[in-house]
């Protein structure tokens, strides 16, 4: 069975320093990945995916993501985080069933 | 505005008591999922809906049911619920596999 794994359950960072999400991945075969991010006492919005094509994805709010196949890795990064970054990131991943199958989730505080 | 909708927002209920959580969406997406959200477990996927009629298992289906007659609604029915489905629910949609998935604002369901 699928499974993703997001090595860190809570990630403290200073306002303005970077930040990695790391996210790895069981499937062998070719998936879809996405980061998903969660404000307090929201839904789920999309932050990027990777579907094919470059391994490195910008998405939005100044996040990137690179795939890495060889060591089913699809890692987060922002050089500088802002204050309204506090939130939850899930990574997710699509194999070539129909299930989406989330990581346990990274909770991400920015400290002034 | 695009959007899912899920109702009700909060639910208290009893254990056996039968409920359901209706979820709508209003951007013709045929693929639709019921998710239930737990401290460290993440986004875990109940039921899915490739389209009308069709529904299929996803990773804890247990003490839960589906339905999708139409396009635009895939209710969430607990027939006879039991403490352990308190949870944070999210519905989601989109086109199909590998797109983008829009979530609902979450379902609050506390069961005593």
């Known amino acids: 069975a699928q499974s993703v794994t997001q090595l860190d359950s809570q990630v403290p960072v200073f306002e303005e320093a970077p930040v990695e999400l790391r996210c790895n991945y069981s499937s062998s075969v070719s998936v879809y990945l996405f980061w998903y991010v969660q404000y307090p006492n929201q839904g789920l919005q999309l932050l990027l995916k990777y579907l094919s094509g470059s391994t490195l994805v910008k998405g939005i709010n100044g996040f990137e993501a690179e795939f890495n196949k060889s060591q089913t890795s699809f890692h987060l990064r922002k050089p500088s985080v802002h204050i309204s970054d506090t939130a939850e990131y899930f990574c997710a991943v699509w194999p070539a069933g129909n299930k989406l199958t989330f990581g346990g989730g990274t909770r991400v505080l920015v400290k002034p | 505005e695009a959007q899912v909708t899920q109702n009700p927002r909060y639910l208290i209920t009893v254990t056996g008591k039968k409920l359901t959580v209706t979820c709508s969406q209003n951007?013709?997406?045929?693929?639709m999922s019921w998710y239930r959200q737990d401290p460290g477990l993440g986004l875990r996927q109940i039921y899915y809906s490739m389209n009308v009629e069709v529904t299929d298992k996803g990773d804890v289906p247990e003490g839960y049911k589906v339905s999708r007659k139409e396009k635009r609604n895939f209710p969430l029915i607990l027939e006879s619920p039991s403490p352990n489905q308190t949870s944070l629910y999210f519905c989601?949609?989109?086109?199909?596999?590998?797109?983008?998935?829009?979530f609902g604002p979450g379902t609050r369901l506390t069961v005593l």
């Open positions: 989601a949609s989109s086109f199909s596999r590998g797109n983008e998935q829009f």
């Open positions: 951007m013709n997406h045929e693929y």
